[in-house]
DNA sequence: CATGGTAAG
DNA sequence: CTTATCATG
């Protein structure tokens, strides 16, 4: 007789206190959801375990800039191990990269949350971006090497196919679906990579399901979207993945973010 | 046969789009206002104008700094003149002073729409408030000297003295109410500097009537307020002076600002 | 406690 | 179109 899946879930909150204003409180009573990644949390640590309470082990990176980026884990069972940054010193401030190990009926998984910063062609910010999918993907390499399960969570900022972006066309230039993007990608879940997109794999050669969605317009009604937020997972914690759901609108009826949460079953 | 009154209002808006926002156009609508004097408009001049319509010649004068400041006079009848700061050119792209002249049936009146700013002790902020104060003194022994009819309204941001504010003992070392700050009061409303302070001169020794009551707790409803806004006029025109009304909830339930109107009418 | 601007998304 | 910060009030 199998256990009970362990349930992991990421969500961009773009701002922790708006989206606990908006119902997130509610989602993550009513979801079990065992371990917590959040991206954009965009609050001083004290306001963010005030909100979420004492039940859940923190590993919070703040940003030094006040009020930006800001990611986390929350779990109910304690870490072993905690670390913060992507491996790269240039982003070690930047509140995008945080990661915990657990030990999980004898078997290691490390958790990650991860933020990739949406860029903007021709800006330093685009070249930030590079610098930092090359990080990502440094350190997807030896989370490989080192053996074990692991998952890379979170808002990548880049959508990988055109299944991945409702309007791609109109975007093959705008940062978040650039061919050198997307070619990150195609290296990030390459075989010899040795990840997998769980989403994808589960959904199959579908259009979407989406994870964010502009606030202007009618775009969350009319399923305008991207999906950018990913479980990046190693190919044997990939294999026991047996659901990925998108928390939008359908049987979750509050919008706490421009972002969808991302839950993922994994019966390990 | 006396014919009707002119009607002068001076409000600081806090923003004329929140303002609006909060029904401050109904005001206008109902109270019949001749010469329209704002204070804080903070606002570009083509969204000023886009607001207040086209059927008043409009004076304003922008604060340097986006968003900050700023003054106008908004009149159904065309000034014959108009001027843009206090005298002291340091303060002339600070959007706090514009003066606008009328021939009113044959006699001039200068009204001033003017914006004090409220200071901060032991900062550089009130000496700056001094310096403003200075050129205010000096500006009203010239609107003197030049004699007809003249009028200073707007935020000055000092109350005059124990009638003006709810809690002056609390406030004695505050910005708003420092015995220096009082003093040029004393002295603007001197018999030799030919002003009079038209609310106060109607509404007799009374405590209050307020014009500015914080956002914060229930400084509002409990009438816990600052009389900050004035209508200094000279001796003649003050003189003419029929009523003066604050409209604050009472009879006026919009409350459109922190500052409530001061509506004076005027038999000239 | 509210304003508008800003950077970021 | 929304987030949080900022300076200002």
Known sequence: MQGKPLRIASVNVNGIRAAYRRGMEQWLEQRDVDILCLQEVRA?????????????????????????????????????????????SYFDTAGRWVEADFDHHGTSLTVVSAYVHSGEVGTPKQDDKYRFLDALGARLAQLRERGGYAVVTGDLNV??????????????????????????????????????????????????????????????????????????????????????????????????????????????
């Open 44 to 88: 001083p640590d004290d306001v963010v375990r005030s909100l979420l309470g004492q039940d859940r082990h923190i590993h919070h990176a703040e940003a030094e800039a006040r009020g930006r980026a800001g990611v986390l884990i929350a779990s109910r069972q304690e870490p072993t191990t905690l670390r913060t940054g992507v491996g790269d």
């Open 159 to 268: 959508g990988h196919t055109t299944r991945d972006i409702r309007n791609w066309k109109s975007n093959v230039k705008k940062a978040g679906f650039l061919p050198e993007e997307r070619a990150y990608f195609d290296r990030y879940l390459s075989d010899e990579s040795g990840f997998v997109d769980v989403a994808r794999s589960l959904a199959g050669d579908v259009d979407g399901p989406y994870t964010w969605w502009s606030w202007r317009g009618k775009a969350f009604d009319n399923d305008t979207g991207w999906r950018i937020d990913y479980q990046l997972a190693t190919t044997d914690l990939a294999a026991r993945a047996v659901s990925a759901d998108v928390d939008r609108a359908t049987g979750w009826d509050t919008r706490f973010s421009d972002h969808a949460p991302l839950v993922v079953d994994y019966q390990i």
